[in-house]
């Protein structure tokens, strides 16, 4: 069945809006409850489609909501990852979407048991700035594939992006298949409280609270996609060198607006002069420029802008030695950028090694021997993503067991988002919940448990009148055999 197309959702006067639409998209999803294979491929093609379509529409729209963000960035980061996370699943769909045969116990002995993958139903998908498309559709290929209709709402600060999803994904989709909302916080706050079948959120840790709280109202199940401080930390022995230029490509990227980004990095005591030096170099190769510089990225907003900034008066009044790493000679005065940046006497009481900074100041905190280095790390909320430099792999193991992240690399950074295999989410303050690659899949279906008996009853010993001597037989056999 075909449903009208519903009210353009921008702007969202009406606050009927919302829930028409939903109601829209579940009655569609109703319609056809159990996309097969075929379907589902359909719309994963569809989405690859519209992407590669309107991917220069979509890197312009980027780039005009931050001003300055090179086409290659968005391509890297965003554009590639979803179309690799769509051939990702369509090699595995078929399999993902198999019933999982499973044991029974003796007392349900003739009777099959079975796990299906059901679709969840309608799931919404709310989406920050800072990654638009690649945290928009790569959940909605997640939620696709596993059969579902879709609500996505774009983030507010960036405008002309969800414009441009809004007109790529009608080029290819019903409204009743996929919608797209427009809006500010309000919208936000009021599509968090409709009841979906899942809600993904990503963004900060203290709106995913509030988010949190709307969709319990409704007993929707949540994956949150948080943030927070996501530490490196590096051995003495790993060359300094090496562990500089992996950490200054990822606090460069997008400016440090990443979730992902190292936020800070623990160096010990007697290397941090040299470490400084490396990363020094490391940013100046990637960046020799940077207030000019079409490579470099601006910050999303003077209201964010003004935030980092604020961060670093309030570090600098408490002591802490901030040290621009762009050209003496520029000015960013005018421009919506800020330049990369070293702190260094960093302490707890400063904003800057509280907040997450989510932008390109790295605050260099020195530690004496790697186990106060994990106290540092242990002693806060768990992070988004822990990275650790070394060669030693005992060590490393230790490193990866006795500290909880979301995720973890290990001589790299942000790199591990882009294994579409393994699933993505945090921990504690950084998030709940999983998506990309097969736990996306799961994360999206109902794992819906199956019995099923034939025609004879042959457990029918486990019923009353229970003084039956076969029904004590199996209370003997189970407690001697269990017990
Ligand atoms: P944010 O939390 O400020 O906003 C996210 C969305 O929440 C926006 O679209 C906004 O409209 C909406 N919102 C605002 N008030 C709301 C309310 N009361 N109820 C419901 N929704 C509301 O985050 P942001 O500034 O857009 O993004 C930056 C944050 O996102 C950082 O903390 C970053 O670490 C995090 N992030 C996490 C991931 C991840 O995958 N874990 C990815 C990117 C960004």
Same mark, same amino acid.
């Given at each position: 069945?075909?449903?009208?197309?519903?009210?353009?959702?921008?702007?969202?006067?009406?606050?009927?809006?919302?829930?028409?639409?939903?109601?829209?998209?579940?009655?569609?999803?109703?319609?056809?409850?159990?996309?097969?294979?075929?379907?589902?491929?359909?719309?994963?093609?569809?989405?690859?489609?519209?992407?590669?379509?309107?991917?220069?529409?979509?890197? !312009?729209?980027?780039?005009?909501?931050?001003?300055?963000?090179?086409?290659?960035?968005?391509?890297?980061?965003?554009?590639?990852?979803?179309?690799?996370?769509?051939?990702? @699943?369509? @090699?595995?769909? !078929?399999?993902?979407?198999?019933?999982?045969?499973?044991?029974?116990?003796?007392?349900?002995? #003739?009777?099959?048991?079975?796990?299906?993958?059901?679709?969840?139903?309608?799931?919404?998908?709310?989406?920050?700035? *800072?990654?638009?498309?690649?945290?928009?559709?790569?959940?909605? $290929?997640?939620?696709?594939?596993?059969?579902? !209709?879709?609500?996505?709402?774009?983030?507010?600060?960036?405008? $002309?992006?969800?414009?441009?999803?809004?007109?790529?994904?009608?080029?290819?989709?019903?409204?009743?298949?996929? +919608?797209?909302?427009?809006?500010?916080?309000?919208?936000?706050?009021?599509?968090?409280?409709?009841? =979906?079948?899942?809600?993904?959120?990503?963004?900060?840790?203290?709106?995913?609270?509030?988010?949190?709280?709307?969709?319990?109202? *409704?007993?929707?199940?949540?994956?949150?996609?948080?943030?927070?401080?996501?530490?490196?930390?590096?051995?003495?022995?790993?060359?300094?060198?090496?562990?500089?230029?992996?950490?200054?490509?990822?606090?460069?990227?997008?400016? #440090?607006?990443?979730?992902?980004?190292?936020?800070?990095?623990?160096?010990?005591?007697?290397?941090?002069?040299?470490?400084?030096?490396?990363?020094?170099?490391?940013?100046?190769?990637?960046?020799?420029?940077?207030?000019? *510089?079409?490579?470099?990225?601006?910050?999303?907003?003077?209201?964010?802008?003004? !935030?980092?900034?604020?961060?670093?008066?309030? $570090?600098?009044?408490?002591?802490?030695?901030?040290?621009?790493?762009?050209?003496?000679?520029?000015? =960013?005065?005018?421009?919506?950028?800020?330049?990369?940046?070293?702190?260094?006497? &960093?302490?707890?009481?400063?904003?800057?090694?509280?907040?997450?900074?989510?932008?390109? &100041?790295?605050?260099? &905190?020195?530690?004496?021997?790697?186990?106060? +280095?994990?106290?540092?790390?242990?002693?806060?909320?768990?992070?988004?993503?822990?990275?650790?430099?070394?060669?030693?792999?005992?060590? @490393?193991?230790?490193?990866?067991?006795?500290?909880?992240?979301?995720? +973890? $690399?290990?001589?790299?950074?942000?790199?591990?988002?882009?294994?579409?295999?393994?699933? =993505?989410?945090?921990?504690?303050?950084?998030?709940?919940?999983?998506?990309?690659?097969?736990? #996306?899949?799961?994360?999206?279906?109902?794992?819906?448990? &199956?019995?099923?008996?034939?025609?004879? *009853?042959?457990?029918?010993?486990?019923?009353?009148?229970?003084?039956?001597?076969?029904?004590?037989?199996?209370?003997?056999?189970?407690?001697?055999?269990?017990?």
């Amino acid at each position: 069945m075909k449903h009208d197309t519903i009210a353009p959702a921008d702007p969202v006067a009406d606050e009927q809006i919302l829930p028409d639409c939903l109601a829209l998209v579940r009655a569609a999803y109703r319609d056809d409850p159990h996309p097969d294979l075929a379907a589902r491929l359909d719309r994963l093609d569809r989405l690859r489609t519209a992407l590669v379509d309107h991917r220069q529409a979509l890197i !312009r729209a980027v780039q005009s909501d931050f001003t300055t963000r090179p086409g290659a960035e968005t391509d890297l980061l965003e554009i590639i990852p979803v179309l690799e996370s769509i051939a990702h @699943t369509r @090699t595995h769909l !078929r399999k993902w979407m198999r019933s999982s045969r499973r044991s029974v116990p003796l007392g349900l002995w #003739g009777a099959r048991a079975a796990v299906h993958y059901q679709p969840k139903g309608v799931v919404g998908i709310m989406v920050p700035w *800072n990654f638009p498309l690649f945290l928009s559709l790569s959940p909605l $290929a997640g939620a696709l594939a596993a059969g579902n !209709r879709v609500m996505i709402k774009m983030s507010e600060l960036a405008p $002309a992006t969800a414009k441009a999803v809004e007109q790529m994904i009608a080029a290819e989709f019903d409204k009743a298949e996929v +919608a797209v909302i427009t809006g500010g916080p309000d919208v936000a706050a009021e599509f968090s409280a409709l009841p =979906f079948d899942h809600l993904l959120f990503t963004g900060s840790t203290s709106v995913g609270r509030k988010v949190m709280q709307a969709a319990a109202q *409704n007993l929707t199940p949540v994956t949150l996609e948080l943030g927070g401080k996501s530490p490196a930390i590096v051995h003495p022995d790993f060359p300094l060198k090496t562990a500089a230029s992996r950490i200054a490509f990822g606090k460069g990227l997008n400016a #440090g607006q990443i979730c992902v980004a190292p936020d800070y990095v623990l160096v010990q005591r007697t290397k941090v002069d040299d470490f400084i030096a490396a990363y020094t170099k490391a940013v100046q190769k990637l960046y020799p420029t940077q207030a000019d *510089n079409p490579d470099y990225t601006s910050i999303i907003s003077p209201d964010h802008k003004s !935030r980092i900034e604020g961060l670093i008066e309030d $570090a600098q009044a408490k002591g802490a030695i901030i040290t621009s790493l762009a050209p003496p000679a520029e000015d =960013f005065d005018g421009t919506q950028k800020l330049p990369m940046s070293v702190a260094i006497q &960093v302490d707890p009481t400063m904003d800057l090694m509280n907040d997450e900074i989510f932008g390109p &100041v790295l605050p260099i &905190v020195a530690y004496d021997d790697l186990e106060d +280095a994990l106290a540092y790390v242990n002693d806060r909320d768990r992070p988004l993503a822990l990275y650790y430099f070394d060669w030693d792999k005992d060590r @490393t193991q230790h490193v990866i067991q006795s500290t909880h992240s979301g995720g +973890a $690399a290990i001589n790299d950074v942000v790199t591990q988002v882009a294994a579409d295999d393994m699933p =993505f989410g945090g921990i504690g303050a950084s998030g709940m919940g999983h998506y990309h690659g097969h736990e #996306g899949f799961l994360t999206f279906s109902k794992a819906k448990s &199956v019995l099923h008996k034939g025609r004879f *009853n042959t457990t029918w010993f486990i019923q009353a009148p229970w003084g039956k001597a076969l029904f004590r037989m199996y209370v003997w056999l189970m407690l001697k055999w269990r017990g």
